[in-house]
């Protein structure tokens, strides 16, 4: 009989592994030395030993499953169990054990980290839907809310999957939100073309009263007209574009033919005034040469004058008529202010409150005077001091008044 510390041969070839619960038999050696019986059985526990290595370094340092890792230490444990081989056994099952504590710790953390990915998939979706929920609501630019809500079915899409029941009832809403925001937008537009009618059948009054004046000859109350329905096209608002060109492209050949017209009448009425103008040019310069004024009783009698004749003369071209217009009345302006200053300077009770003034003034000064000497007689310095400057302020007012009073002269 030959023995190691795991196993032997029995005299009779049977081979025994040692446990911890005893021998057990694992096969029996009948050609041959024990020592190879050994051997060979030893190769077998090299063999599983093998095995759990491997799983093990698959274990730590591939991303293996845990349910698939366990399957093989399952399988891997029964194959330790009743081995026929011969070694420590002991060992593998304290490895297979631990390889197993391993895999029941990443089974825990990947558990962990699912629930993290949930609970965060969990929360991206309920903020896509409440987005989603708001822009049903909330949004006026159809364009850009739609593009949104697309890009927010593709968020969702690329989110991580939630529970069954948290899935469903968050999805329902998502398309509540999408089919609101869809009826809500055909709602809008519905009633833009009831609007876009409403400004068409506007428009097309408005250019239809604008083709009715564009043969007018009454310049004057048609300009006013047209300026009128300007305004109405303004305030009725925009017409869908195809309709919108094609009605204002009416409205504005009809304006522009007559005020063409009317500007051609104007030109023909302009050129016949030339010789009007040419009168003017010559009383404007007339008027001009009575400034600055300094007569102005004799220049208002000159510009009197000349308001006759320029008033005789006729109308002059438009084009004209401002600046000569303006030149005249500037003349105007300027003998009016030299009027109004003659009549202040003329005015008796003007003239009399100055001239009391300057009496009051002067009385106060000779009673002053007379303050002042007595005090220098009698020594009073401070009472001089104060008297002579009251004097020197009322001599000051004196002045100003004489020089208000000489306006009067």
């Given at each position: 009989m030959s023995t190691d510390p795991w196993g032997r041969v029995d005299d009779d070839g049977t081979v025994y592994v040692r446990t911890a619960e005893g021998e057990r038999a694992v096969g029996s050696w009948q050609a041959g030395e024990p020592e190879e019986a050994l051997a060979y059985f030893h190769r077998k526990f090299e063999e599983l030993a093998g095995q759990v290595q491997l799983l093990e370094q698959r274990v730590r340092e591939t991303d293996l499953a845990p349910a698939q890792a366990e399957a093989s230490i399952v399988k891997l444990r029964e194959a330790v169990a009743g081995a026929?081989?011969?070694?420590?056994?002991?060992?593998?099952?304290?490895?297979?054990?631990?390889?197993?504590?391993?895999?029941?710790?990443?089974?825990?953390?990947?558990?962990?980290?699912?629930?993290?990915?949930?609970?965060?998939?969990?929360?991206?979706?309920?903020?896509?839907?409440?987005?989603?929920?708001?822009?049903?609501?909330?949004?006026?630019?159809?364009?850009?809310?739609?593009?949104?809500?697309?890009?927010l079915v593709e968020e969702w899409k690329a989110a991580e999957r939630i529970d069954r029941a948290t899935e469903a009832a968050l999805w329902k809403r998502m398309s509540a939100a999408r089919t609101a925001f869809a009826k809500r937008r055909k709602a809008y537009f519905s009633s833009l073309d009831e609007q876009r009618d409403a400004v068409r059948a506007a428009k097309e009054r408005i250019v239809g009263e604008a083709e009715a004046l564009s043969a007018s000859t009454d310049w004057t109350g048609t300009a006013a007209a047209y300026r009128e329905l300007m305004r109405q096209w303004k305030a009725a608002g925009r017409a869908s574009r195809e309709v919108e060109d094609d009605l204002w492209a009416r409205f504005k050949g009809a304006q522009d033919q007559f005020f063409q017209a009317r500007?051609?009448?104007?030109?023909?009425?302009?050129?016949?005034?030339?010789?009007?103008?040419?009168?003017?040019?010559?009383?404007?310069?007339?008027?001009?040469?009575?400034?600055?004024?300094?007569?102005?009783?004799?220049?208002?009698?000159?510009?009197r004058g000349i308001l006759e004749r320029w008033e005789a003369a006729g109308p002059v071209p438009r084009d004209m008529r401002d600046r000569l217009e303006g030149g005249l009345r500037k003349v105007d302006d300027a003998v009016r202010r030299a009027e109004e200053q003659e009549w202040k300077r003329t005015n008796p009770e003007a003239r009399a409150r100055a001239q009391d003034t300057v009496n009051q003034l002067r009385r106060s000064i000779d009673q002053l005077e007379r303050r002042l000497a007595k005090a220098q007689a009698a020594g009073r310095d401070k009472e001089a001091k104060e008297t002579e400057e009251s004097l020197a302020a009322r001599r000051s007012w004196l002045l100003e008044a004489e020089r208000t009073l000489a306006e009067f002269s």
């Open positions: 026929n081989a011969v070694g420590d056994l002991a060992s593998l099952e304290t490895r297979l054990t631990t390889l197993s504590e391993l895999v029941g710790r990443r089974r825990e953390e990947l558990r962990a980290a699912r629930e993290q990915a949930r609970a965060q998939a969990r929360e991206t979706k309920e903020r896509i839907v409440a987005e989603a929920e708001r822009i049903a609501e909330e949004a006026t630019h159809w364009k850009s809310g739609g593009e949104r809500l697309r890009q500007s051609a009448v104007y030109a023909e009425r302009d050129a016949s005034f030339a010789a009007n103008a040419e009168v003017k040019e010559g009383l404007l310069t007339e008027a001009e040469r009575l400034l600055p004024v300094t007569d102005a009783r004799s220049a208002r009698a000159a510009l």
